[in-house]
Structures are given as structure tokens and as C-alpha cells.
């Protein structure tokens, strides 16, 4: 009876570590990805080179399969970047970079200190008082926009396409902002001729007269960044395939001191689809009766360029992938999980939800329809089933520098990658 216990005992060690080892080698992959030498894992001081060096070393550990003779499918893309000096003050007031300020990716290079003409509800209540400004000599000086009372939905209109146009021909426009700021990427794919500059309310003096402002921009053209591919081949069916995708790109640098991690947008999601080819290729029980691919993308904050690219040039063709799940932002869950796409996949989605009823591992599996918001879209649009998965929860920051590696809880992380493992075992 003792050896009986002794066994069981054993056999429960066993199971747990296991069990565990996924979320420790998720916190691993996050924290790599997350490190300041990746740069923010965009395309500065090549941190997305890094990144996919990093990812092609773990899958060779893995000893995943190569559709070609690397795991790297190269691409060109144009971005413009931010890398050196970035400064901002107002008055005698230093900004933060990344908390107190943040610039536009589409800026130009801009050096100099300006005057402010700023716009608010006190000269701008109505249409009219549009046409007056706009007849005003700006050229000079720094638009500042602060939206804060304006109620005329004219007015609110126009102050909406500023965030993409300069109709007052100033040096640039910037904004007034209450909470955290955010970035983005996609607006970098042009260079402006203005710059574009988002101000945290809170950090501003009350005397707003001028503005000194230092921004360094280079343009990249055709700058060759990489997908990175691998897959176990299956048993029975090794001709056709079951494809996970994530993005391993975040946004990058914000001038030569601030870069953004991106431990949620997207380590995450990319430590699970890493997780899962660790689990998939290690173990001979665990091989499937499908090819699986794992397939982790770059460009995705740029506009879906990774996944285009290999939509368009797929290593493998396209009509032979079964099902496709694209994994972007899976660091909380304690809500549960939303299924994109679900509606078109409604037996698909069944399948999820009824694995989740009978083993009860997330709160919720939540039906959403179409939409083309992450990396699962391209393949969606040439036909590909394929849906995308986010966690729900315990976690708000995105697209900012709080998006980091020991502030997301991963608090369903071993109940989604064991939702995910069932799936492919069903």
C-alpha cells in the first residue's frame, strides 16, 4: 500500500511540474523578448533581428522542421523609425519621453523651439471660428490642441482629421491628453511634413508659450526584416496542416532612451505559440496525427506585413491548411477568452466552447464575428479558416511603456495553451 502511495505520489510531482513548466517557459520567452536589447522588437539597432534570432534558436533546440534550409522567410518593409535624440520642454518644463510625451511615428526630423498657438474651447465653439483660424499665419508655431469642453460636433469633426492632416501649415500639431498615452506603429509607414505630438495633461506647466522640441527621424526604405517558420511534421497526415501564428514585433524605439516591451502586445502570444511547438516536437506521445506550423510573424504593428507576406508566398499551399488560430494578447484571461471570426467558424468555435464546458478551464469563451484586426486576417481573406484568439482581463495596458514582462499575470495561461492542446488532440 505505501509503494502504492509512494507511486501516486510520484506520478502527481510528475504531472504538476509538467503542468507548471509551461508558464515558466512562458515567463522565459517574455522576458527575453521583453530585454532592452531587443529594442521594443522593431526596427532600430535591429531589434526584430534579434528577436527572430532568439525564436529560430529555440525552435532548432526543438529540432522543428525548415521549409527552406533556415526557419527565415525575408521580406522588405518601409517605416519610418526613431532611435536618437528626443527631447520635448515647455517653458522650463523637461518631459518625459514614453509617459509625458509621446511623437507621432509619422514625424519628421524636428529641431528648434516654437510658439503656441493653442486651440480650445475658449476661441473655438463653432464652425466659424474654424474659417478664422485657419486664415491665421501658423507656419511658425506649434498648433496645441485641447479638445476639453468642446461640445459642437462640427468642431469635434474637424479636430478628428487633424490627427492625420495640417491644414494650419505649422511646424506641427500637438494634443492634450487625460491618462496614459499611447503609440502606434501603422503611421509610420509615410513621413509627414509636420510633426505630431500628444501631450499628458497632468505633466503640463500652466503657462504654455513656447515649446522646445528635439525629434531625430530616419525612414527606412526597404528594410528586410524576417517571419519566422518551423513545424512538426504528423503522423498520419503530413501533407496537410493545422497553423498557429503569432506577432513577435511591438513598436520599437521612441527616441534613443525609450523603448516599448510589449510583454502582452505580443510576447505573449508569441511564448504561447513557442510553448506549443515545445510541446508538440519534444515528446513522440505528444505528436500529432497533422503537420503542425508555428509560424511567428513580424510587421504586424506596421500593418499585417509578416502575415501578408506569407499569405501571399506561402511556404506550403494555402488549400491544405485545415484550421488556422492566430494568438495576440493571451498574458491575462481571468474574463476568459474572445474567439474573432467565431461566427464564421461556428462549428469550430463549438468545439472550443464545449472542451471549456467539460474541463471548466476559463470563465468564458466569447463568440465575436469577422474582423480583420490581427495576423489571422490575411489567410482569412485567400480563403484559409482561421480565427484569433485574445485573453480577457486582469491586465489594460497597451501600446504604452507599462506593457511590461512582470506586470502581466499570465492568470490563464496554462488553461489556454491546455484549451488549445485538447483542441488539436479532439
Not at 93 to 103: N, Y
Not at 263 to 278: E, H, I, K, P
Not at 386 to 408: C, Q, R, T, W
Amino acid at each position: 500500500m505505501r509503494i502504492k502511495i509512494i507511486l501516486f505520489l510520484m506520478l502527481l510531482f510528475a504531472f504538476a511540474s509538467t503542468q507548471s513548466q509551461n508558464i515558466q517557459y512562458a515567463h522565459y520567452v517574455i522576458d527575453t523578448m521583453c530585454s532592452p536589447t531587443f529594442y521594443g522588437r522593431g526596427y532600430t539597432s535591429q531589434g526584430d533581428t534579434k528577436a527572430a534570432s532568439f525564436i529560430a534558436n529555440e525552435f532548432a533546440k526543438m529540432r522543428l522542421s525548415k521549409f527552406k534550409n533556415n526557419y527565415f522567410q525575408e521580406y522588405q518593409l518601409s517605416s519610418n523609425t526613431f532611435s536618437k535624440e528626443m527631447k520635448v520642454s515647455i517653458g522650463k518644463k523637461v518631459l518625459t519621453a514614453g509617459i509625458d510625451f509621446m511623437v507621432a511615428l509619422s514625424s519628421p526630423s524636428i529641431h528648434g523651439k516654437f510658439k503656441i498657438f493653442k486651440i480650445d474651447s475658449i476661441n473655438l465653439k463653432t464652425k466659424a471660428d474654424i474659417d478664422k483660424i485657419l486664415k491665421k499665419n501658423l507656419k511658425k508655431k506649434i498648433v496645441l490642441i485641447d479638445k476639453q469642453n468642446i461640445k459642437d460636433k462640427e468642431v469635434l469633426a474637424f479636430l478628428t482629421t487633424l490627427k492625420h492632416e495640417n491644414p494650419f501649415l505649422s511646424k506641427g500639431i500637438a494634443f492634450i491628453n487625460d491618462g496614459k498615452l499611447s503609440w502606434g506603429a501603422s503611421d509610420g509607414k509615410k513621413q509627414k511634413d509636420f510633426a505630431k505630438i500628444n501631450l499628458l495633461r497632468k505633466s503640463l506647466p500652466a503657462k504654455l508659450k513656447k515649446i522646445d522640441i528635439t525629434v531625430e527621424a530616419d525612414y527606412l526604405i526597404d528594410y528586410t526584416t524576417q517571419n519566422v517558420v518551423g513545424y512538426v511534421k504528423g503522423k498520419l497526415y503530413p501533407d496537410s496542416f493545422f497553423v498557429f501564428t503569432a506577432h513577435y514585433d511591438h513598436l520599437g524605439q521612441m527616441g534613443k532612451d525609450v523603448f516599448f516591451p510589449g510583454a502582452n502586445d505580443n510576447a505573449s502570444g508569441t511564448a504561447m505559440v513557442m510553448d506549443l511547438a515545445r510541446y508538440f516536437s519534444t515528446d513522440t506521445i505528444h505528436r500529432p496525427d497533422y503537420s503542425i506550423v508555428f509560424a511567428l510573424v513580424s510587421g504586424e504593428e506596421n500593418g499585417l506585413y509578416g502575415s501578408t507576406h506569407l499569405a501571399n508566398q506561402p511556404l506550403f499551399p494555402l488549400h491544405t491548411i485545415k484550421f488556422l488560430i492566430n494568438l495576440d494578447m493571451v498574458g491575462t484571461g481571468s474574463e476568459g477568452i474572445t474567439v474573432v471570426n467565431a461566427t464564421k467558424f461556428k462549428n469550430e468555435f463549438n468545439r472550443f466552447n464545449d472542451i471549456n464546458k467539460e474541463k471548466g478551464y476559463l470563465k468564458a469563451v466569447v463568440e465575436r464575428g469577422e474582423s480583420c484586426n490581427s495576423d489571422h486576417c490575411p489567410f482569412f481573406e485567400k480563403g484559409v479558416p482561421a480565427v484569433f484568439i485574445y485573453a480577457m482581463g486582469d491586465f489594460s495596458e497597451y501600446h504604452n511603456v507599462y506593457d511590461l514582462p512582470d506586470k502581466i499575470p499570465l492568470s490563464k495561461y496554462n488553461e489556454i495553451f491546455k484549451l488549445l492542446v485538447d483542441y488539436m488532440k479532439d
